[in-house]
T-cell receptor, first 114, second 111 residues
Framework: AQSVTQLGSHVSVSEGALVLLRCNYS??????LFWYVQYPNQGLQLLLK??????LVKGINGFEAEFKKSETSFHLTKPSAHMSDAAEYFC????????????FGTGTSLTVIP | DGGITQSPKYLFRKEGQNVTLSCEQN?????MYWYRQDPGQGLRLIYY???????QKGDIAEGYSVSREKKESFPLTVTSAQKNPTAFYLC??????????FGSGTRLTVV
């Protein structure tokens, strides 16, 4: 069975500091991997995705994530946090050859301290 | 612009009442999904549909029903059998394993 683990349900960083949100997956075959962002009372917006091309993926709003097969990880980073980055972040996996099956992590709430 | 439209944005339901949440997409996506979101619990899959006139139960289908008569539309009915319906409901669609597109959500409250 697939699973996605997001370490830390709440993360706080100071404005201008590094943002690191962790995501680990369990799969015998490298899946497709995604990060989504959700602002209050809104739907989820795709930040970036890994689909077996380059292991370092750049997304919107200055975020990037690196796929590390040996660690089964897909951590999300941003060099310098901005107040507007405060939101809920979800990691998701889609195993290959399973059609459109997605599995979401439980989310990480990011707070940015001025 | 292509996208997913959920309506209404806010919905209030009385005890014992059925309500229907609308989800329409103009992305020509084959698959559509309904998720329920509660604070601290992430997204839980209610129902999904890969093609028209076919749908499958997700992890928490009890108390909910869906239909998929048109490719563009995937309405969700919250029935009186759902004992704790207050939540944020999200509809999504996808064409392949390259990502979901989400609607802006419907917040349902029991009054």
């Amino acid at each position: 069975a697939q699973s996605v683990t997001q370490l830390g349900s709440h993360v706080s960083v100071s404005e201008g500091a590094l943002v690191l949100l962790r995501c680990n997956y369990s799969s015998s075959v490298p899946p497709y991997l995604f990060w989504y962002v959700q602002y209050p009372n809104q739907g989820l917006q795709l930040l970036l995705k890994y689909t077996s091309a380059a292991t370092l993926v750049k997304g919107i709003n200055g975020f990037e994530a690196e796929f590390k097969k040996s660690e089964t990880s897909f951590h999300l980073t941003k060099p310098s946090a901005h107040m507007s980055d405060a939101a809920e972040y979800f990691c998701a996996v889609s195993p290959p050859n399973t059609g459109n099956q997605f599995y979401f992590g439980t989310g990480t709430s990011l707070t940015v301290i001025p | 612009d292509g996208g997913i439209t959920q309506s209404p944005k806010y919905l209030f339901r009385k005890e014992g009442q059925n309500v229907t949440l609308s989800c329409e997409q103009n992305l020509n996506h084959d698959a559509m999904y309904w998720y329920r979101q509660d604070p601290g619990q992430g997204l839980r899959l209610i129902y999904y549909s890969q093609i028209v006139n076919d749908f499958q139960k997700g992890d928490i289908a009890e108390g909910y029903s869906v239909s998929r008569e048109k490719k563009e539309s995937f309405p969700l009915t919250v029935t009186s059998a759902q004992k704790n319906p207050t939540a944020f409901y999200l509809c999504a669609s996808s064409l392949s394993s390259y990502g979901y597109t989400f609607g802006s959500g419907t917040r349902l409250t029991v009054v």
